[in-house]
């Protein structure tokens, strides 16, 4: 009886190593986690190869969105640093990429009867991941900044126009913002993540306890049922969303490298 | 089993790990356990990494190209109409003068034959005045030399009836210079 041996809806985020490996003393097995990194890499790379496979003028469907993807991201980075910011569009655009793929191949359903460890897996639920993904970003801004401006970046914690008796407390608060930056980055996406797959986990189980309960209670199985077909859509909103909101604000936060002096 | 219960029983593992994992790290959150993170953070290297390269090195370059491409050719294209529109209304202008040149040829063809014509006619008109007028002119020199010879005649005949007369009342011939002059005064008082 698959699915009635209801799991507890955290147990889908367990990490399974699948193949042992190690570095040293450090543990990198190939973990359920990893595998569904190399699913998403693997689904998106091959999605765009095949897409530049023939570079037609007039572009076949495959193309087209392959092109939309590459003018929605084009046109967020010209728009949030300029054409300058051009320089930071490969980066953007895989960041774009791997989140969008990861969120989505998260909302596939698990093959029932999957063996344990083979469910279907959303690696931006980790906060390790979406924090590496932050940091990596917030350090391109810090490396960028400085090697760009100089110590001129530091003009960022201090905004032209404030009255010098209130500089310290605007430093302090500018600081603190930047600094909270890679947390709020990563908390947001890790945060929806985890809470949409909590959410269709409890509805899932809802459907199999009032299922179990015989005929009595067994229709009203339905209002869940109904209710995961609901935040599965919204879910998909979300999971193209958060992918957007991490690019954007990738991209804001370049601007103040490339810009640092004016703001 | 009530509703209660079995909506209580199902969230109750929902609830449990949650506050489990606030405690202490064990069972709780999978999201708190350290010890996967070395694994994660290498294969989120490995992945993103190798996804960078392949875009970088393959997809975008193409991508872009294809699209700068794309945009060239509308560009050319636009031009290119641009171009033909350019010919088409030097056409237009090369017809419209073309146009205007002939019909100024024809109103000229038509004016200089109308006045050739004209001329013609006057020509005509010119000689048939003179043939009138030579005519007129003889014929009036006809009628003049007539007239003259009439009047000679007549007064022929008056010098002849004169004579007769005379002969006739005084038996004597005048002479002829006397009947001239007879003539005269008669024709004077006339």
Known sequence: ?263 | MSLVAILVSAAAPAAAPVVEGAGEAGPGLPQMDASTYPSQLFWLAVTFGFLYWIMTSFVLPRLGGVIEERRDRIADDFDQAAEFKRKAEEAEAAYEAALADAKARARAIAAETRESLNEELAELQREADARVAASLAAAEARIAAMKEDAAAKVREAAAEVTRAVVEALIDETPTPEAVDSALNGVAKAA
């Open chain 1, 1 to 263: 009886m698959i699915g009635l041996n209801a799991a507890g809806p955290m147990e889908q985020f367990e990490i399974v190593p699948l193949v042992p490996l190690s570095l040293g003393t450090i543990d990198i097995s190939l973990t359920n986690s990893a595998l569904w990194m190399i699913i998403a890499v693997a689904v998106s790379a091959a999605f765009f190869l095949a897409a530049i496979r023939r570079r037609a003028l007039v572009p076949g469907p495959l193309q087209s969105t392959a092109e939309v993807a590459y003018e929605f991201v084009a046109d967020m980075v010209r728009g949030a640093i300029g054409q300058e910011g051009m320089k930071f569009f490969p980066y953007v655009f895989t960041l774009f990429i791997f989140i969008l793929t990861a969120n989505l191949l998260g909302l596939f359903p698990t093959i029932p009867g999957a063996p344990h460890g083979l469910h279907t897996f959303t690696t931006t639920s980790h906060i390790i991941v979406t924090f590496a993904l932050a940091i990596l970003s917030i350090s391109i801004v810090i490396v960028y900044g400085f090697y760009k401006n100089g110590l001129g970046f530091l003009k960022l914690f201090a905004p032209s126009g404030v009255p010098i008796w209130l500089l310290p407390l605007i430093v302090l608060i500018e600081f603190v913002s930047f600094l909270s930056r890679p947390l709020s980055l990563s908390i947001r996406l890790f945060a929806n993540m985890l809470a949409g797959h909590v959410i269709l986990k409890v509805f899932a189980t809802f459907i199999v306890m009032l299922f179990g309960a015989g005929a009595t209670f067994g229709w009203l199985s339905i209002f869940p049922f109904l209710g995961i077909v609901a935040v599965t859509l919204l879910e998909l909103l979300v999971a193209f969303l958060q992918a957007y909101v991490f690019a954007i604000l990738t991209c804001i936060y370049l601007n103040d490298a490339v810009h640092a002096g004016h703001h």
